[in-house]
């Protein structure tokens, strides 16, 4: 069984293994879990694929709440009951015999 280390930015990310019609590659770092077990033609266009995913800015999927202005359809502002104390049944301490 050969392998062949892909690395991004000087640290090993995920490995090539040969297979009769091309090359799995295997993730090593949840950074690139998404082309984990996917088959690539040849080396080359794995390390494409690294490159590409690991270059793209970090998405966020919200922005920050800060800038989070309702709308119609949301929830308002009385419906949020933080509660920061809640109340916490005593538990039976009760002995039996």
Known sequence: MQKQ???????AVGAL????N????????FSVWGLDGRL???PSEAKRAVKALLS????????PASFWVPGDGDPS???FQW?????VPARNTENRV
């Open 17 to 20: 293994m040969r297979e009769d």
């Open 22 to 29: 091309g090359f799995r590659f295997l993730a090593v770092k």
């Open 5 to 11: 280390v892909i690395e991004f930015g000087g640290e």
């Open 83 to 87: 509660n920061a104390v809640s109340s």
């Open 77 to 79: 502002s009385s419906q």
């Open 40 to 42: 690539f033609s040849n």
């Open 56 to 63: 793209k800015p970090a998405a966020r999927s919200m922005p």
